[in-house]
C-alpha cells in the first residue's frame, strides 16, 4: 500500500470481492474526490464498456484500474470502491471515500488536475517604427 504520490506518478487501486451469493454482470468502479468533496473522476466498467466483466461471478476476484500517469496536482483525495449490480443501481458493496492519498506537485500549480498543454505567441505588432495594416 502506498498513500503519497507525486502528480505524473503511476497509481493502481485494487480491491479483492468475495461473492455470498452468484452475481451476475457487475459493474466495478472506482472514483475519485478531492477531500473538500469535488467529485474529480468515477469511471466504472459499465461507462468504459469492459466486455471481460459480462458474466457470472462466483468466488473471490480482484480488480484493479490503474492510471500510468495521476494528473492530479497537490492535495489531499479520497478514492470510493464500488461494486454494483448490472443495472447500476443496487451497490452490493460501496466504500465510499474511505480511502485516502495525498499528491504533491514538484511545481506551484493551481487547481485539481494537470492538463496537458503548449504555450506559442504571434506577434501581431513590434516596436512604434512597424506600419500597422
Known sequence: EKENFNTG???TVAAT????????????GIALFRNDEVYVYGPNTRFDEVKKMEGTYDGVYTFFIHYPKLPLLS??????????DKGHIRPHCWHNQLYEIRVNCPRDDHGIIEIPHHWGLITHSSGDEEDLP
Open 17 to 28: 470481492f468475495k461473492t455470498l451469493v452468484p452475481v451476475d454482470n457487475p459493474i466495478l
Open 75 to 84: 492535495g489531499v483525495y479520497r478514492i470510493s470502491v464500488a461494486l454494483y
Open 9 to 11: 506518478e503511476a497509481l
